[in-house]
């Protein structure tokens, strides 16, 4: 196949999937802040980057923090919030609110002043930007 097909066909599987990936984590977001409780955590611990168990390690901040928190049903979470936050910003004991899904507690947000619709907004853009390089790519070659 050729390089400027393989191309094309990049841009646009790239660009479709961060579009479904901003559908369903919007779709999750959306229902645990409209829908969630609130519960005090702490971070319990810090989890290495799956990504960066290299010898070499370019990110000296790879590490993610571990909430735990006790739902309304005293029942004991501990996990990773479905965005995390870098260690830069959080250190090890710190209290937090977190908003959890009450039918699946597991699914939880740390709750901050970050708009994560505009967050998750950006992977709606860039899925579109590279889906319009990506048929602007196979214009020009169609016309070649």
Do not use: C, H
Request: hydrophobic letters at 45%; proline letters at 2%; glycine letters at 6%.
């Amino acid at each position: 196949m050729n390089n400027d097909i393989m191309q094309i066909i990049a841009f646009l599987v790239i660009g479709l999937g961060l579009i479904i990936v901003y559908y369903f984590q919007s779709t999750r977001i959306k229902k645990i802040v409209e829908n969630g409780v609130q519960a005090e955590g702490i971070i319990f611990d810090f989890k290495q980057d799956q990504f960066n168990n290299s010898d070499i390690d370019f990110r000296d901040n790879s590490k993610y923090p571990t909430i735990r928190f006790v739902t309304n049903e005293k029942k004991w979470v501990t996990g990773q919030p479905l965005f995390n936050i870098s260690s830069i910003f959080s250190k090890e004991g710190q209290k937090l609110t977190v908003v959890y899904n009450s039918e699946n507690p597991t699914e939880f947000i740390i709750k901050t002043k970050i708009n994560w619709s505009i967050l998750l907004g950006f992977f709606l853009i860039i899925g579109i930007g590279l889906i319009a390089y990506g048929f602007f790519l196979a214009y020009n070659y169609l016309k070649q």
